[in-house]
């Protein structure tokens, strides 16, 4: 076993019992370090709680998760959140972003939970607000950006200090074919600088854009393939 994920026979079952949904039903899987990949599939297909299991933000019913050695199957709460603040950025598809403070003061905030002083948080913010292109927008709130802006905030959130898994649930889902051309373009530059990639959605279109491709159904992975005829 040498992959970043390594995910062995992993069930999650929400409401055991008679009403019980199986939303995970023996799931194997393994991703590499600088992989880009999309998992797809139809809503209620368990793409949401595969992502809540991969960044340890809930633990499966049974099975093992060993994420960069580590095996996180059977933490604490508060042992998951210390992974999850240094192993996982996260992107979602609400963006997210605190509507009082500005896109720097955003980046910022998790910094602060993680005890990263002042000076060296305002570099790492201004630092990936700059990677994403919104460095004349530091000191603006989320209401005064467009959506494509307020989601490039989030990455820049979710980059700052650069964690090793980069998970995207639908970023792209609230956006338009402009803004989602930019987010997209931006999660293949952190690809193609050595950052490992996964990418949730249910659009075959937004999926095209992986080199790896993975189908979920009904809780199962059904199709796992390279992609070869990457869009760009
Ligand atoms: N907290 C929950 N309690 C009970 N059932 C849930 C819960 N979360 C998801 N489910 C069910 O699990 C299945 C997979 O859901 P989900 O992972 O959200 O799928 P997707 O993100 O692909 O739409 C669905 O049948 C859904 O209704
Ligand atoms: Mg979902």
Redesign the pocket.
């Given at each position: 076993m040498s992959g970043l994920i390594e995910i062995q026979d992993m069930c999650?079952i929400?409401?055991p019992g008679e009403n019980e949904?199986r939303?995970?039903d023996h799931v194997n899987l393994s991703i590499d370090k600088n992989e880009f990949v999309a998992i797809i599939?139809?809503?209620?297909?368990?793409?949401?709680?595969?992502?809540?299991m991969l960044g340890c933000l809930d633990v499966p019913t049974s099975g093992t998760y060993i994420l960069n050695g580590q095996d996180v199957s059977g933490l604490t709460d508060d042992e998951l959140s210390d992974i999850r603040n240094h192993e996982i950025g996260f992107i979602f598809q609400g963006f997210n972003l605190i509507a009082g403070l500005t896109a720097l003061e955003n980046v910022e905030l998790p910094l602060i939970y993680r005890g990263v002083g002042k000076k060296e948080r305002e570099k790492l913010s201004e630092t990936a607000l700059k990677k994403v292109g919104l460095s004349a927008r530091i000191d603006h709130k989320p209401s005064e950006m467009s959506g494509g802006q307020q989601q490039r905030v989030a990455i820049a959130r979710a980059i700052a200090q650069a964690p090793p898994v980069i998970l995207a649930?639908e970023p792209t889902g609230n956006l338009d074919s402009g803004s989602t051309k930019e987010i997209m373009g931006i999660l293949k530059e952190l690809h193609a600088e050595g950052r490992t990639v996964i990418l949730?959605t249910?659009d075959n279109e937004i999926a095209a854009r992986a080199k790896r491709i993975i189908r979920?159904m009904d809780?199962k992975i059904v199709e796992d393939k390279i992609n070869s005829e990457e869009l760009d």
């Amino acid at each position: 076993m040498s992959g970043l994920i390594e995910i062995q026979d992993m069930c999650k079952i929400y409401n055991p019992g008679e009403n019980e949904v199986r939303a995970l039903d023996h799931v194997n899987l393994s991703i590499d370090k600088n992989e880009f990949v999309a998992i797809i599939g139809q809503s209620g297909s368990g793409k949401s709680t595969l992502m809540n299991m991969l960044g340890c933000l809930d633990v499966p019913t049974s099975g093992t998760y060993i994420l960069n050695g580590q095996d996180v199957s059977g933490l604490t709460d508060d042992e998951l959140s210390d992974i999850r603040n240094h192993e996982i950025g996260f992107i979602f598809q609400g963006f997210n972003l605190i509507a009082g403070l500005t896109a720097l003061e955003n980046v910022e905030l998790p910094l602060i939970y993680r005890g990263v002083g002042k000076k060296e948080r305002e570099k790492l913010s201004e630092t990936a607000l700059k990677k994403v292109g919104l460095s004349a927008r530091i000191d603006h709130k989320p209401s005064e950006m467009s959506g494509g802006q307020q989601q490039r905030v989030a990455i820049a959130r979710a980059i700052a200090q650069a964690p090793p898994v980069i998970l995207a649930d639908e970023p792209t889902g609230n956006l338009d074919s402009g803004s989602t051309k930019e987010i997209m373009g931006i999660l293949k530059e952190l690809h193609a600088e050595g950052r490992t990639v996964i990418l949730i959605t249910h659009d075959n279109e937004i999926a095209a854009r992986a080199k790896r491709i993975i189908r979920i159904m009904d809780g199962k992975i059904v199709e796992d393939k390279i992609n070869s005829e990457e869009l760009d």
